[in-house]
């Protein structure tokens, strides 16, 4: 299954948004979410603090501040081979 990480911070609105983006596109696609806080690594918080949300999916980059809901469920729907 698809994994979609969610790398952000308590308090972020846009996370937030993020966050509210990704569960729509799980109603309708199934896929596995990951949040990860960046104030818990400080490798993390370094390389993603000025750039939060930043959505990846299997491991690559895909959104910075927002998510496009249908360009995310396009590439779940691909990697996935439906």
Known sequence: MTVVTLYG???C???EEA???LRRVHS???F???EVNIET???LHKRYLERIPVVTVDGEHLFD????EQALEQ???YREGR
Request: hydrophobic share 30%; charged share 35%.
């Open 9 to 11: 911070r308590p308090g």
């Open 13 to 15: 609105h846009l996370c």
């Open 19 to 21: 966050l509210q983006a």
């Open 28 to 30: 309708r696609t199934p």
């Open 32 to 34: 596995t979410l990951e």
């Open 41 to 43: 690594d400080d490798k």
């Open 65 to 68: 501040y927002e998510v496009d």
């Open 75 to 77: 590439r779940i729907v």
